[in-house]
């Protein structure tokens, strides 16, 4: 069995359109440390782990804020950027019929997934590996040896495609075949992988 695994953002879907979420929300501070307390705070790490739900990691935010957005509010701003991109679910979609195993490997936060259940159906994947649930993030080593555990698959046999070089790295030190690609580059090496076959 070969067994084909995305990312979710940059892969699947068009990156999050930050600066259209800092610019619907007056905020206290400028968008360069809202980006740091976004995606690069302790706060948001925990969040991605699952240790801060949605409504912590919004209380979390709502201090920097200068105006008083309640947490439906914010949801709505934040759930309503979802693109897809439409060669990577069409090679989902091919993968299926060719009865590979498709799963879904993404560090997310619970906002996240919400999002994208608004705007996705997740039934596509056979297995869905996301950290909030898992409490382990990408490029940890751990999590790639979940996965392998998780599916008793041969490390050889999975092949991951993300656009983060870290953690296409640290899957090819746990044997997986791994491939760094955007959502607009993914086709060709696909295709490359599939004609190796």
Known sequence: ?????????GVLSVPMDIKGLYNQIEWKINYDEFVEKFNFSKETEKAHKGELKTKEFFEYLKQYMN???TLSEFKDMYINNNIFFQDTIQIIKYLKKLEYMVCLL???????YEKFLQNFDTSIFDEMFLSYKLGM???????YQY???????SPEDIYFFDDNKENVDSAIRNGIQAYQVTGLNIKEKISEILESF
Do not use: H, Q, T
């Open 1 to 9: 069995m070969k067994y084909f695994i995305f990312d979710l953002g």
């Open 106 to 112: 993404s560090n997310l936060k619970e906002i996240d």
């Open 137 to 143: 993030l990408k490029p940890d080593d751990n999590i």
């Open 147 to 153: 996965v392998i555990d998780k599916l008793k698959a």
């Open 67 to 69: 105006e008083d957005v």
